[in-house]
């Protein structure tokens, strides 16, 4: 359009033809699809579990994040619309980027998707190990940016042939070639769709901040002792022998409702977990005793492994080589499962893999009666 917006001849457009420079781009564009087509194998192999480990998963982003634990702990309990949505997404960006249809619209959706993702777990984005998940997002909205200044789209694209075949199927009925305004088929995009790009991208992040923010801390069910018996559990950290894996034992106990003592003998070597949120929460009083110090948050140098009961608000620190003791109230009967959300995984990401989320090992259930 011009500025008077009198319609402009559509520039000739030589559909998907053969290759040349120019078609980097749509290179690009094909090889980001593939990366998303990746990711919808990942979620539809059922070995990966996606859907049924979601929430736990969602759970072990709850330390990372700005703001505390609320929004992981929101997502964790709502795993069938965000499971679903995720899955959606990745399916849409698949195709869409992949077969060239809706490429524009697609820059747009993945560029906003990516900003959420990358705001809700920003605490993991730029460390490794342990940001391989997030860590890519800044990367990926740079990379949409490209194809939407650089008009991906025009090689190996539906949108071309689409639009040709309805320009033909115009000719053909001798219809007046009246354009269309058509925002997100492939072109060199105007200058307000760069802007709207810019700006959809800056408010998804801003609306991500916005939840971590304002979603809140789940309330520790109290801190003041309950009435009941006082019962005591000893947890050990020590390393099974057997496959090499640091592990929680008893990992499965049964407790009278009341306040329960822990004590964790930790053998596990120290780790240094820089991106640690180390407060401790949901504690009678709101401290650990390390090593016998009572202590309201831990150092961050050597947190080998945490005690976290979601539905208690229960966040216990445990270094390596020490010993710790807290006091938790439980006041409902009820079984409670407890996480170590320490990147403690023996595999290249140490936040997803083997023994973190393997119950007996780095998850478990308490249970009250
Ligand atoms: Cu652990």
Known sequence: MTAAGAPTPEPATRPNEAWGPGHAIDVLRIGVGIVWLVNL????????????????????FAPTTIGGPGLAEYVAAHPLFFSWTIALVTTYLAIALILGLTTRLACFVGSCFSAVLLATQFGTTFLFPGGTDVGAH?????????????????????????RNALAARRRAHAV?????????????????????????????????????????????????????????????????????????????????????????????????????PCPVRGTV?????????????????????????????????SP????????????????????????CGTGMDPYNSPPMDVAGYMTGTMTAT
């Open 138 to 162: 800044p990367l990926y909205i740079l990379v949409y940016a490209v194809l939407l200044v650089g008009g991906a789209g025009r090689w190996l694209s539906l949108d071309v042939w689409l």
């Open 41 to 60: 194998l990942f979620i539809v192999n059922p070995a990966n579990q996606y859907w049924t480990t979601f929430s736990s998963t969602a759970r072990s």
């Open 320 to 343: 390596g080589q020490s010993t710790v003791q807290f006091s938790v109230a439980v006041s409902q009967p009820g079984e409670y499962i407890w996480y170590c959300f320490a990147p």
């Open 176 to 276: 007046p070639s009246v354009l269309t305004p058509r925002p997100w088929a492939a072109a060199m995009p105007s200058r307000e769709l760069v802007t709207l790009f810019v700006v959809g991208t800056l408010v998804s992040l801003g609306f991500g901040f916005g939840l971590v923010l304002a979603i809140p801390v789940p309330a520790s069910n109290s801190t003041a002792a309950p009435p009941g018996p006082t019962s005591y559990v000893n947890l050990t950290v020590s390393i099974n022998p057997l496959n090499g894996w640091p592990q929680y034992s008893p990992a499965n106990f049964t407790i009278p409702a009341g306040t329960v003592v822990f004590t964790i003998v930790d053998n596990d070597s120290p780790m240094n977990w820089t991106a640690c």
């Open 285 to 317: 009083g709101g401290t650990e005793l390390l090593n016998g110090t009572p202590m309201t948050s831990i150092p961050s140098a050597n947190v080998a492994h945490t005690f976290n009961i979601p539905a208690l608000g229960v966040q216990v620190l």
